[in-house]
């Protein structure tokens, strides 16, 4: 009896995997769902897998959208850098002034380094971008 129910279960290891080799699995038919928000990358027109088409943080997207507004230029033609992870010594991202008053917190966020008409900006924000502060300007 034992031996009716090993070949039995060979049969349908068998079946299953003879099955499986000859329709096989396509894994491109899976759909897996995708994020509808355009990512924001890091110079205009960049060339497909190169190093400025890379997704960057929300904050470091605010940040280049305060300089671009500065220096009145287009957004796009400002490169991201570097994006840094920092963590600041207080809500005023380290770049309080004498008369301001700052919470005294520990606060996460970026340091933000961008290239725009062949000069270095950089940026501190806190992790959303809800805060930030160009370092010189």
């Not at 959208?65 to 207080?90: F, G, N, P, Y």
Request: proline content about 4%; overall charge negative; aromatic content about 6%.
């Amino acid at each position: 009896m034992n031996k009716n129910i090993i070949f039995a279960v060979i049969i349908i290891l068998v079946i299953l995997g003879g099955t499986y080799w000859v329709f096989g699995s396509d894994s491109s038919k899976i759909d897996l769902p995708t994020n509808q928000m355009p990512a924001v990358t890091s110079g205009e027109n960049p060339t497909s897998g190169g190093i400025h088409d890379l997704p960057v943080e929300p904050a470091a997207s605010v940040a280049r959208k305060d300089l671009a507004t500065k220096l009145s230029m287009d957004e796009k033609s400002i490169v991201i850098l570097q994006i840094t992870d920092r963590e600041w010594s207080d809500g005023c991202l380290g770049l309080g002034k004498a008369n301001e008053s700052c919470l005294q917190a520990l606060v996460p966020g970026f340091r933000v380094e961008m290239l725009a008409n062949g000069k270095s900006y950089f940026y501190r924000t806190d992790i959303a971008g809800n805060s930030i502060r160009i370092e010189t300007e």
